[in-house]
Every structure is written in structure tokens, then in C-alpha cells.
């Protein structure tokens, strides 16, 4: 006797259609948001062809998951309406109270907001509790929230977070070598094109005003660079170039009178855009001429360049590329996913009106 069997037919998925089934479960999980990773990159994560991942991309396009922004531009990720991504308590801990005011931490908070999280400010930045840990220790511990965001810290402050159980970020900061989420952008090639272009017109006399975090225990990163650097065109190095002062609004305008009380600097990087302004007002004031008497390079980009003419020579980078990044960390630790991946950008020296040659030359 024959037996008639109703089975529907067997169909065997292509890698193409398992990668994009794949992406739909990490979109929908809230992994991925805001524009899809590149190819490449997403091949070398999930282990098979770029081109796999392309057609894979295109079937989420078909299926309005993602949308096309144009040729060699990422596409842009669709949630679903009925898409939710479990809300996270997050806490950002910023370097000193003027950076509440930074283009990146404004936009930072609203896109959590957006996303669903709730942000909010700690209660008292750094530089109010001194970069000291154990003060740091004591406001998180009184502070609710599932996670940190950590601006600019120091290895010592970084370090303290890295061993606490709960989740967090670190923005910019000394944290490379630590087992924590980062995102960040290098300045040592803009520092060396920078210099670089300063001793092409003349300049030998360069001062750094960078922040203590920076330079001690000793200088690191960018400072460690920008002397390197002024050694390699045989230019004398000492504390001159890299002066340490008191952070304050007080310490900037001592250091400032002592600079030009004997040799003057002839160019002046400043690390931390928040005392740009107050620099340049200050020079202004004595009579400095910026750049006919001393070059001014921002090592930082803020908005308000834009209404400067000629406009500020500076440090630049896309800061949405690290709010995404950071988006990204947020969203995958409030679906429970261990993110400790760090992300590394490069600026590039942007030459403009606050640079000129010495004025001997």
C-alpha cells in the first residue's frame, strides 16, 4: 500500500538570504540603527564574500528596512514602526561644567532621547571633583543610572571604571588598553601636518596649552607627538613648550602674561576649544595681532568657527560618526549585548585664517 505524504517543498536558503535574515534579527533588536556598517566591514564580522553582504543589503532594501542614499553613501536603516529598543539609564560625566554646551554632548543627549533612553548630566563634572577617583567613586554610587558615558577622563579615572560592573563609555580619554567601550579620534597626524606647516613659515617658538590630564604622569598622545615633532626640525624643547599651569580661568590668564613676558610664542596650539575664545580675547586685548603677531590652532572644532571670518584653523573630524558609535554601545547594552569595542577616527589639520607667517619672516 502507498502512502501519499502532503509536504511542502523542501527550499534550501542562499548564504545571501541567511546573512539577510541575520541583519533583520539585529535590527530589529536594536543593534544596528542609524546607517548600515560597509560592506567590508560587515563581511570581515560575519565571515563570508562582500559581495554576499551586498545582495544580502539589497534584499533588506526590497523589504524597506533599509533605503538607499545614494551612490558610495551607507544606507540608511528603516526601524519598524513596531520595533522597541529597551530603554537604559544613562549618565554622562563630562571633563568640565562648560562642555554641557558642546555641539557633541547636545546632540550626544538628544539622540539617547530619541533612541528611547533617558539621559541625564552627573551632577558635577571632573574638574568639580577634581579628577580625584574617589570623589568619582562617590557620585556614581549616589547617581542612578545602567550605565556611563565618560568625556575626555584620565587612564586613573578610566581605570576605576573599567573594574566596576556596570557598563560603560568612554569618549575621547586615555583609554586605549583598557578592556572598555570607546570611541575617539587621533590627532597624531594633524598634530605632525600641523607642525609641520608652522616651521615651513617660520615658526620656532610653539607652545601647547594642553590639559593637566594630558600631561601627567607624563605627556602622552598628542602632547608626546607635538614635542617628537618639534625635535625632528631640531627646535629645543623644555616646559616652555608645554607648559603646566592651573586649570582655571585664573591659571590661563597667569600662564598667558608669563608667555609673553620674555620670549613670546610666535604660535600657540590650544587643546580644549572652551579656552579658544578666552585666548584670543585675551591676546586681542594686549595688543597681540592674531595671526599677524601669533598663529592660533584649535585642536578642537566647535560650530561657532563657522562665524569667524576668516575662520579658525583647526583640528576636524565627523563628530556623528562618534555619536553613532556611541548610539550603537547604548543600544546594545540595553539588549544585554557585551560591547567593548573602541573606535578610533583621524582629524585632519585644517589650515585657515589664525595662521600666518612669523612675524620676522
Not at 585664573?250 to 610664542?265: I, R, S
Request: aromatic letters at 6%; hydrophobic letters at 40%.
Amino acid at each position: 500500500m502507498q502512502y501519499k505524504v502532503n509536504m511542502k517543498p523542501l527550499r534550501l536558503t542562499s548564504i545571501a538570504e541567511q546573512v539577510a535574515a541575520h541583519l533583520t534579527e539585529e535590527i530589529m533588536r536594536g543593534t544596528l540603527v542609524g546607517e548600515m556598517p560597509g560592506a567590508k566591514k560587515l563581511a570581515k564580522s560575519l565571515g563570508v564574500n562582500h559581495k554576499t553582504v551586498d545582495t544580502a543589503a539589497d534584499l533588506l532594501e526590497n523589504q524597506g528596512l533599509l533605503k538607499s542614499q545614494g551612490s558610495g553613501k551607507p544606507r540608511l536603516i528603516i526601524c519598524p514602526k513596531n520595533m522597541t529598543i529597551p530603554s537604559l539609564r544613562v549618565a554622562i560625566l563630562i571633563y568640565e561644567p562648560e562642555d554641557a554646551d558642546l555641539p557633541i554632548i547636545t546632540e550626544l543627549r538628544h539622540s539617547l532621547t530619541n533612541d528611547g533612553h533617558n539621559c541625564l548630566l552627573a551632577d558635577k563634572s571632573q574638574m568639580e571633583l577634581r579628577w580625584d577617583v574617589s570623589r568619582v567613586a562617590r557620585l556614581v554610587k549616589k547617581t542612578n543610572a545602567d550605565a556611563w558615558i565618560v568625556q575626555s577622563s584620565s587612564r586613573e579615572i578610566l581605570d576605576w571604571f573599567a573594574g566596576q560592573p556596570f557598563p560603560m563609555f568612554a569618549l575621547h580619554g586615555r583609554f586605549v588598553g583598557l578592556s572598555i567601550a570607546a570611541s575617539g579620534v587621533s590627532m597624531i597626524q594633524a598634530a605632525i601636518s600641523a607642525v609641520d606647516q608652522l616651521v615651513a613659515l617660520g615658526h620656532r617658538r610653539i607652545v601647547m596649552l594642553a590639559q593637566e590630564t594630558d600631561l601627567l604622569p607624563i605627556p602622552s598622545g598628542m602632547p608626546k607627538v607635538f614635542l617628537e615633532q618639534l625635535k625632528k626640525h631640531e627646535i629645543q624643547t623644555s616646559s616652555y613648550n608645554l607648559p603646566n599651569w592651573e586649570c582655571s580661568p585664573e591659571g590661563l590668564h597667569k600662564l598667558l602674561d608669563a608667555l609673553f613676558q620674555v620670549t613670546p610664542p610666535t604660535a600657540i596650539f590650544i587643546t580644549d576649544v572652551v579656552l579658544f575664545f578666552p585666548t584670543y580675547l585675551h591676546l586681542l586685548r594686549r595688543g597681540i595681532r592674531i595671526p599677524e603677531d601669533v598663529s592660533l590652532i584649535s585642536t578642537e572644532v566647535h560650530s561657532q568657527f563657522n562665524w569667524c571670518v576668516p575662520s579658525v584653523s583647526h583640528f576636524g573630524w565627523d563628530r556623528r560618526k562618534i555619536i553613532q558609535r556611541t548610539l550603537n554601545w547604548a543600544n546594545n547594552v540595553a539588549n544585554g549585548k557585551v560591547d567593548i569595542e573602541q573606535k578610533m577616527l583621524n582629524a585632519e589639520f585644517v589650515a585657515n585664517g589664525t595662521i600666518g607667517k612669523t612675524p620676522s619672516s
